[in-house]
């Protein structure tokens, strides 16, 4: 069985989901968890451009905005640890430093130990699927770790008047 999970967070909606069913699944098998957030200003250069052409930026700018991200990333892996410490789920957090989020993620997974990665999908299809990526399709395609991945149950069809 499963001893110990990376569970990756964005603060979405969703993921807040994916903490809460993986802090339950770790409390039924015994299992621990490391939380972990990849850092997005790193994930694209302060000067890079999507356009292709280099942007100069003021840099007390990018560290005001690195020091938000950091700040933001630490309350999201605080709120997720309270979480599993409510549950009595034996937890640690990690900040990811890698440029591509997708190898963030397995990099954690094996320096922490884990055995299984337990992530979130949003389930896009057809054309947003293929335009928007899906870090959980990358993990998936990139890992020789199993991958638990949380889709959120959709609601329930309204019952036909009778």
Do not use: K, N, W
Request: include cysteine; hydrophobic fraction near 40%; charge should be negative.
């Amino acid at each position: 069985m499963f001893r110990h999970l990376l569970v990756p967070t964005d603060g979405s909606d969703l993921s807040e989901d994916t903490v809460r069913q993986a802090v339950s699944f770790a409390r039924d098998t015994g299992a621990t968890i490391t939380f972990f957030h990849a850092l997005a200003s790193l994930a694209m250069p302060p000067h890079a451009s999507l356009y292709g052409d280099p942007v100069l930026l003021d840099p007390a700018v990018v560290e005001q905005f690195s020091r938000a991200e950091h700040t933001y990333a630490v309350s999201l892996l605080d709120r997720a640890r309270a979480i599993a410490e409510a549950a009595g789920v034996s937890c640690d957090t990690d900040l990811g430093e890698h440029p591509v989020v997708c190898e963030a993620i397995i990099e954690a997974a094996t320096r922490h130990g884990c055995d299984l990665i337990f992530m979130a999908s949003h389930g896009r299809r057809g054309l947003s699927g293929l335009l928007l990526g899906s870090e959980t399709q990358r993990v998936l395609t990139h890992t020789s770790l199993p991958v638990l991945v949380y889709r959120r149950p959709e609601a329930e069809p309204a019952s036909p008047a009778s």
